[in-house]
């Protein structure tokens, strides 16, 4: 009777590994800028510009992928995660996209390699920055633009992108997020463009 009730606790015990064994790796993705094919040959005459600082909503700064769910509530995806801190990774493509959106090679980060020239200067707060559980990414950001050497913005704009992912995963969001900060890029040169 003592035999079979050990093989048992074995047999549960096994089992009990197995499935610890079962949990998923976890799977790490970037945000990636517009093709480098894309960026400018030249940059003659083309506008100085530093960008930062550029700060996340604290909810969002963090190494898993978060999509929405609804209106007060929100998913961590636990195995898919940032393969950089994500407020480095927006501040890093947000400058190469505008980059190549301005047909310039002089765009820095603050902090980090400003341009040290007189510059103009963006600042970016991200406060949505997820997928949504209706297939769909959403990026919200309120950035200010700043002339050079100005203490007070020139203009201040609060702005939305959402795209369609193009497939249902981890790759997919980030494949959206990505060109919803091309997007932001692409507003942000508009306005300096205009202003010069």
């Not at 949990?23 to 510009?49: I, Q």
């Not at 390699?113 to 510059?119: L, N, P, V, Y």
Request: one cysteine or more.
């Amino acid at each position: 009777m003592q035999r079979p009730f050990r093989l048992a606790l074995v047999a549960a015990a096994l089992l009990a590994l197995g499935a610890c064994g079962s949990t998923p790796p976890a799977r790490f993705y970037s945000l990636e800028a517009v093709p480098a094919a894309l960026a400018p040959a030249s940059d003659a005459g083309a506008l100085a510009v530093d960008v930062g600082p550029v700060v996340l909503s604290k909810g969002l700064d963090r190494a898993q992928m978060v999509t929405r769910l609804g209106p007060n509530e929100v998913a961590l995806h636990d195995y898919s995660r940032w393969a950089d801190p994500l407020e480095d990774n927006v501040a890093r493509v947000l400058a190469e996209d505008l980059s190549v959106a301005l047909g310039s090679q002089r765009v820095g980060l603050v902090p980090g390699i400003e341009t040290r020239e007189d510059s103009w200067r963006v600042t970016v707060q991200v406060l949505r920055f997820e997928a949504g559980a209706d297939g769909r990414s959403l990026l919200v950001a309120r950035w200010r633009l700043f002339k050079p050497g100005a203490l007070t913005p020139h203009v201040t704009r609060k702005s939305a992108s959402s795209t369609a992912l193009p497939t249902d995963d981890a790759a997919g969001i980030a494949s959206a997020l990505s060109t919803d900060l091309d997007a932001l890029a692409r507003e942000i040169a508009a306005e300096l463009l205009a202003g010069r």
